[in-house]
Antibody
């Protein structure tokens, strides 16, 4: 059974940092693109970042470029999102997702981890 | 970036009736070399993560009931739910995955029972 479990969220002050993790199981992690999507409280979905199977390609939402870094450790079946210089507008539930059929088709999602940035 | 616009923002439909949600992209998401539309539909129920329903604009994900169908091409797409069930109450999102990211979502359509 495919499972994605996010962790690392919490309350942080504006300008602070957090590192989100996503533990994957039930599939060959190294074979899939992986994605972070966020959802601000009561709002819609927003794609944040995506990383290729071997980490050689990474894509970011413009508003997080230079502040967030997506990475992965295939030996540990884990996906990460290093978030620096956090802003109030980064407050959201952050989901980890597997891109299945191809890049952009997110077929499995975790339950999310909540990041709250206080100003 | 491609902008995705859904309509309506909310919708109330009677049980057993048809629900129709529209999604328009600011530029075509049809890739001419393979004639595929790079568009997905997701369902999100309260307190749950999104669930993939449809990809390539009209291919139903495994396990998704056949009352859900996707149609359209180019810039205009539709998600149709036939014979609405109580468990279909959710917010529905379209997303484009044309070429490379960013892969933008529509703003969502909230579906309720009338």
């Amino acid at each position: 059974e495919v499972q994605l479990v996010e962790s690392g969220g919490g309350l942080v002050q504006s300008g602070g940092s957090l590192r989100l993790s996503c533990a994957a199981s039930g599939f060959t992690f190294s074979s899939y693109w992986m994605t972070w999507v966020r959802q601000a409280p009561g709002k819609g979905l927003e794609w944040v970042a995506t990383i290729k199977q071997d980490g050689s390609e990474k894509y970011y939402l413009d508003s997080v470029k230079g502040r967030f870094t997506i990475s992965r450790d295939n030996a540990k079946n884990s996906l990460y999102l290093q978030m620096n210089s956090l802003r109030a507008e980064d407050t959201a539930l952050y989901y980890c997702a597997r891109d299945g059929q191809r890049l952009g088709i997110s077929d499995y999602w975790g339950q999310g981890t909540l990041v709250t940035v206080s100003s | 970036d491609i902008v995705m616009t859904q309509s309506p923002d909310s919708l109330a439909v009677s049980l057993g009736e048809r629900a129709t949600i529209n999604c328009k992209s600011s530029q075509s998401v049809l890739y001419s070399s393979n004639n595929k539309n790079y568009l997905t539909w997701y369902q999100q129920k309260p307190g749950q993560p999104p669930k993939l329903l449809i990809y390539w604009a009209s291919t139903r994900e495994s396990g998704v009931p056949d009352r859900f169908s996707g149609s359209g091409s180019g810039t205009n797409f539709t998600l149709t739910i036939d014979s609405l069930q109580a468990e279909d109450v959710a917010v529905y999102y379209c997303q484009q995955y044309y070429t490379t990211p960013p892969y933008t979502f529509g703003q969502g359509t909230k579906l309720e029972i009338k």
